[in-house]
């Protein structure tokens, strides 16, 4: 099994590559392959002659997607164009990874299902979404997984920011009015390689179980951090409204995303998001 990855040196990436440590493995960052062009990408992805293309890459600052909307869709519209065609003429199966940006957020209280509509409201959302439609379009075998609130022990995110602020004595103050369903890349890399085994292609949910607001993942997250540096346990987080944070791009209120296909494939689900929370604050370095 010849498998190539890319985004390879992001936060998933880095876990994907840990997942696929005992496999033929290529990783390429966007300075070996840049999904932009597309003659370059056809013909790195046909070097490797990869079995299984993961297409982990993408323009992910939802704020710069939303000032900069055409390298957001050059990026994550016509590069999962591009890593498509070079799976195309490779006879690979693709994976790609999409996001709970998807939707608009207004089933609140239900959490969306693979075959609810989506109804991106911010650039990041659109482009994603144009990338899934692309892969539809150009490939027979793909798995699209959309994932949601990523946190890795291997990469910039809200909770390593959150995290290191505190220590650093700073003031804490977190949107409490946006709900989703935090996923650990420890957790979320082994599963894809899971499912990328079975065969059963398609359109997949995949997130930790449970969801909260950002404000009281922080606030979790902090009292677990707490259990090692007990000074953290006095911090205080002040909760905010996705208005008075007024960020340039909309965010979906609600976007839980249940994991509806893996639990109708009887494929096994990821583990709480709690529990993965306490696993990834207990060994993050946070000084
Ligand atoms: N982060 C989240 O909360 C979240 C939520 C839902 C879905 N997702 C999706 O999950 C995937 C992984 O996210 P992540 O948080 O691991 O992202 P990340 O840490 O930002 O990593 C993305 C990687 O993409 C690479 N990249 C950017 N532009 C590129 C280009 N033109 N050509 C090739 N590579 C390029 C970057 O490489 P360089 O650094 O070398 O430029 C970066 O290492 C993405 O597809 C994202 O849309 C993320």
């Known amino acids: ?27 390429l960052g966007s300075v070996e392959m840049d999904v932009t062009r597309a003659e370059h990408t056809r013909r790195a992805i046909a070097d490797w002659r990869p079995d299984l293309v993961i297409h982990s890459a993408a323009y992910t600052n939802v704020d710069g997607c939303e000032a900069d909307p055409d390298r ?9 164009r591009n890593v498509a065609l070079g799976c195309q003429a490779a006879g690979a199966v693709m994976v790609y990874l999409s996001t709970d940006y998807v939707f608009d957020g207004r089933k609140v209280g239900t959490p969306y299902t693979e075959y609810d509509r989506p109804n991106p409201l911010s650039a990041y959302g659109q482009s994603k979404l144009a990338g899934e439609e692309y892969v539809r379009d150009l490939l027979d075998r793909f798995y699209i997984v959309r994932t949601s609130w990523l946190h ?25 009015d946006q709900v989703g369903s935090p996923t650990f890349t420890a957790d979320l890399a082994p599963a894809i390689r899971k499912l990328a085994e079975t065969g059963q292609y398609g359109l997949y949910h995949m997130t930790n179980a449970g969801a909260c607001s950002w404000y009281t993942l922080a606030k979790q997250a902090l009292a677990i951090a707490a259990e090692r540096l007990p000074e953290l346990a006095k911090k205080t987080i002040r909760p ?38 306490r696993e990834f604050v207990l060994a993050l370095d946070m000084e």
């Not at 390879?8 to 033929?24: P, T």
């Not at 409204?241 to 509806?260: D, I």
């Open 240 to 277: 905010l409204t996705t208005e008075q944070l007024s960020r340039p791009a909309p965010r979906p209120a609600y976007s839980v995303l249940r994991n509806y296909n893996l639990e109708l494939a009887g494929l096994p689900r990821l583990r709480s998001y709690e529990e993965a929370l």
């Open 72 to 80: 957001a869709f050059r990026v994550n519209a016509l590069g999962t």
């Open 1 to 27: 099994m010849r498998v190539l990855i890319t985004g390879a040196w992001g936060q998933l990436g880095q876990d994907l590559m840990r997942a696929y440590a005992d496999a033929q493995v290529l990783g």
């Open 152 to 176: 890795g022990l291997h990469g910039k995110n809200f909770l390593r920011t959150i995290l290191t602020n505190a220590c650093q004595g700073k003031e804490l103050a977190i949107v409490d």
